[in-house]
């Protein structure tokens, strides 16, 4: 008896970890220390000692069961964007510049070439975010996994001078929303998707084309999460100052958009203001599912959403714009009971 014949492949192992080396070498900075293979991963904080007051942000979260649908259509290479936006969106929402990522990985069966595929995605949102793949974790974790399945979660770690975190605390009445688009469903609500297209999540369901969508059930679900790491980093340094940032996951607009506003002040959301993307409207046709409780989901096409002053508004979004994402007007913030209404 040995490990092999107990379900784990030491071998497999050593083979995933050559395969991924090229896509973890693709996201290295300058600041990173070391190789790969090492019992952590090094980096250097020499560049953050100019700054005034640094402060360390992290953020952790996984894809969710996103990745039901992942092992349906048996596309491994962009859950990886899901995992990282998912970090380092939130690092970004408070202000900050990611600065590295590391992933973990438990399967049934270790299959090197799917797990370099997983990973080659990961290291495809940290070049998208500027993040480095400074490590991760491999588990093959047989009789706990079905031998096709994994499950996929990550940590990103990120940094701000103080006096430029976003907190909310300078937020005023009058001040402007501008979202940002999503690209979909992005990585939340997956068991209320999963459970309405019940019926759909087989392989001929998820490649049936649908004409409103303008692509098959499944390309327009699998869609990875935007990053949106740059265009924050654009707006920045187009001299604006964002006074608030929500980042809009689970829980959509109700519970994440009062999160990013001090007491006192309100937001007001223009539902018209932006256009829906079509998978949310046939997501609530086929389920039945209210209007509120949609938005109580899922992002309805906006992903980030910043407050700034009303004069930075054109700047905001030609930042946005010169970033390669979608800016939209939305809203903005009244005096009143901390919350959000949508009209």
């Known amino acids: 008896m040995d490990y092999k014949n107990a379900g784990v492949d030491i071998e497999a192992g050593y083979k995933s970890v050559e395969l991924m080396k090229k896509h973890v070498q693709e996201t290295m900075r300058a600041e990173v220390m070391g190789g790969i293979g090492g019992f952590s991963g090094a980096f250097s904080l020499e560049a953050i000692k100019g700054m005034e007051h640094p402060v360390l ?32 969106n939130d690092v970004a929402c408070a202000g900050g510049e990611p600065l590295f990522f590391l992933d973990y990985i438990a399967c049934g069966k270790n299959v090197p070439e799917k797990i370099a595929t997983i990973v080659s995605g990961v290291a495809d949102g940290c070049k998208q975010s500027g993040a480095a793949l400074v490590g991760g974790e491999t588990a093959e974790m047989p009789g706990f996994y079905p031998i096709e399945e994994y499950d996929l979660a990550g940590f990103a770690v990120g940094v701000a001078d103080k006096k430029d975190l976003i907190d909310g605390s300078d937020l005023q009445a009058g001040d402007v929303l501008v979202g940002m688009a999503s690209s979909g469903v992005h990585s939340n609500g997956f068991s209320l998707v999963r459970k309405v297209f019940e019926k759909e999540m087989t392989t001929e369901g ?138």
Do not use: Q, W
């Open 206 to 343: 998820l490649n049936t084309y649908y004409e409103e969508l303008g692509k098959t059930l499944g390309e327009a679900l699998i869609a990875p999460t935007k990053i949106y790491v740059k265009a924050m980093k654009s707006i920045k340094e187009a001299g604006v100052k964002v006074k608030a940032c929500s980042h809009i996951t689970g829980g959509g607009f109700y519970e994440n958009i009062p999160r990013m506003l001090k007491e006192g002040t309100r937001a007001v959301v223009k539902k018209d203001s932006y256009p829906v993307p079509a998978i949310f409207g046939l997501l609530a046709k086929k389920g039945n599912i209210e209007e509120e409780m949609m938005y109580n989901t899922y992002n309805m096409g906006l992903g980030m959403i910043v407050a700034v002053n009303p004069a930075d508004v054109e700047k905001t979004v030609e930042a946005i714009k010169a970033a390669g994402e979608t800016p939209y007007v939305v809203g903005s913030i009244e005096a009143g009971e901390k919350g959000v209404t949508l009209c």
């Open 57 to 88: 942000l992290s953020g952790t979260d996984g894809v969710g069961t996103k990745l039901k649908l992942a092992f349906l259509m048996d596309k491994h290479d962009t859950v990886g964007i899901d995992c990282v936006a998912m970090c380092v």
